[in-house]
């Protein structure tokens, strides 16, 4: 157990539609990170908050959004869905700053479907 | 910008094996290295990783990794394989400093035969 929790576990929904995605960090872990893995692309990066401030940012589309609240929890928001945006979401949480200065823990992931 | 290369999806060994994985890097900075292991429906756990000194690194479960700057390489091996290290490892590269990303590679499939 990583000690970050992520929520749902699995979701399927239509073409169009939106959906939020819950992450909670490990506690005491300032920074949160998204990824996406599929099939095709890998594990591709979204984004990264740290401390509430968006940090870094990677291959994150128009239609998917994120945010960290204050109690550090974060939530992606993926809207407009399309068949492509299935994939497997992960939340991973560090105590710094960055990648290159501490260890990533993940989450076991959501499953996301869009039929 | 970085990446890493690893080549081939898969591979098998018969447990007892030796165990090598290949990751080839690009960075255009002194790069910071990285091994993932995901194990089937879980979330990924980091392996090892180089930062900085010594360019053999060891990590949990029996593997190690050394960097080679002159090669950009940064295989992984374990020198005998256990039927419990069958899963998927990913090699990732960052860099320093600000924006710094983790870029993950596509990762391998180890099988591990009786």
């Known amino acids: 157990d990583s000690g970050v929790t992520q929520t749902p576990k699995h979701l399927i929904t239509a073409t169009g539609q939106r959906v939020t995605l819950r992450c909670s960090p490990r506690s005491g872990d300032l920074s949160v990170y998204w990824y996406q893995q599929s099939l095709d692309q890998g594990l591709q990066f979204l984004i990264q908050?740290?401390?509430?401030?968006?940090?870094a940012k990677g291959n994150i589309l128009e239609r998917f959004s994120a945010q960290q609240f204050p109690d550090l929890h974060s939530e992606l928001n993926l809207s407009s869905l399309e068949l492509g945006d299935s994939a497997l979401y992960f939340c991973a949480s560090s105590v710094d700053r960055g990648p290159d200065t501490g260890e990533l823990f993940f989450g076991e992931g959501s499953r996301l479907t869009v039929l | 910008a970085q990446s890493v290369t690893q080549l081939g999806s898969h591979v098998s060994v018969s447990e007892g094996a030796l165990v090598l994985l290949r990751c080839n890097y690009s960075?255009?900075?002194?790069?910071?290295l990285f091994w993932y292991v995901q194990y089937p429906n879980q979330g990924l756990q980091l392996l090892l990783k180089?930062?900085?000194?010594?360019?053999l690194v060891k990590g949990i479960n029996g593997f190690e990794a050394e960097f080679k700057k002159s090669e950009t390489s940064f295989h992984l091996t374990k020198p005998s394989a256990h039927m419990s290290d069958a899963a998927e490892y990913f090699c990732?590269?960052?860099?320093?400093?600000?924006?710094?990303?983790?870029?993950f590679g596509k990762g391998i499939t180890l099988s591990v035969r009786p």
């Open positions: 990732a590269v960052a860099r320093t400093g600000a924006n710094s990303k983790l870029t």
């Open positions: 180089y930062t900085t000194g010594a360019t």
């Open positions: 908050y740290y401390n509430g401030e968006e940090r």
């Open positions: 960075s255009s900075v002194p790069p910071y």
